[in-house]
């Protein structure tokens, strides 16, 4: 049977299109020029590849987030082709799982599971490859999302994982 390709996504500038294929027998990040022009490059993951949820371009355009089926959180490079795992979460459930960039694409935020069941948001800094935890332990936090200026990250927080939700906010400075 035929390859599979799937999760097409346009970068921000509109110069490439990103997606995975199992043509190779294993999953693999494929980005290819929108012009059609030049080969379409072929990143690998890891050694054990896994079943990977639609990418997330970078404002700059230079690099792209996504989850692995184990909720792990990913980072490729465009311009480098290097991989990243930045994360993975203790309980996976990678079909629920957001993340995302910040203004300048310095900081990605996103969520994971905790030991405890619940989840909560996380900062990673491209600058310095480090995660930093953003909110409490005790509630359930989800769904980050940067405002549009940069300065403020919102996500939805409960004291559980039930339906009843208010939105959080924490401000950060993103320099």
């Given at each position: 049977s035929g390859a599979s390709e799937?999760?097409?996504v346009w970068s921000p500038d509109g110069n490439w299109i990103s997606y995975f294929s199992d043509e190779s027998g294993e999953y693999q990040l494929l980005l290819r020029a929108t012009t059609g022009e030049g080969e379409v490059?072929?990143?690998?993951i890891e050694k054990s590849p896994s079943y990977y949820g639609e990418p997330m371009w970078s404002p700059d355009?230079?690099?792209?987030?996504?989850?692995?089926?184990?909720?792990?959180v990913w980072i490729v490079n465009r311009e480098t082709n290097q991989v990243t795992r930045v994360d993975s979460s203790i309980h996976p459930e990678p079909e629920t799982m957001t993340a995302a960039w910040s203004r300048d694409s310095q900081w990605l935020a996103y969520e994971k599971n905790l030991s405890n069941r619940?989840?909560?948001?996380f900062l990673y800094s491209l600058a310095s490859g480090k995660s930093h935890q953003v909110t409490?332990?005790?509630y359930n936090a989800e769904a980050p999302a940067f405002d549009a200026s940069g300065k403020y990250l919102y996500f939805l927080q409960s004291m559980n994982a039930g339906m009843r939700r208010a939105f959080g906010m924490t401000m950060f400075t993103f320099r």
């Amino acid at each position: 049977s035929g390859a599979s390709e799937r999760n097409a996504v346009w970068s921000p500038d509109g110069n490439w299109i990103s997606y995975f294929s199992d043509e190779s027998g294993e999953y693999q990040l494929l980005l290819r020029a929108t012009t059609g022009e030049g080969e379409v490059r072929k990143i690998n993951i890891e050694k054990s590849p896994s079943y990977y949820g639609e990418p997330m371009w970078s404002p700059d355009s230079k690099k792209l987030a996504f989850y692995d089926k184990r909720s792990a959180v990913w980072i490729v490079n465009r311009e480098t082709n290097q991989v990243t795992r930045v994360d993975s979460s203790i309980h996976p459930e990678p079909e629920t799982m957001t993340a995302a960039w910040s203004r300048d694409s310095q900081w990605l935020a996103y969520e994971k599971n905790l030991s405890n069941r619940l989840k909560g948001v996380f900062l990673y800094s491209l600058a310095s490859g480090k995660s930093h935890q953003v909110t409490n332990s005790l509630y359930n936090a989800e769904a980050p999302a940067f405002d549009a200026s940069g300065k403020y990250l919102y996500f939805l927080q409960s004291m559980n994982a039930g339906m009843r939700r208010a939105f959080g906010m924490t401000m950060f400075t993103f320099r």
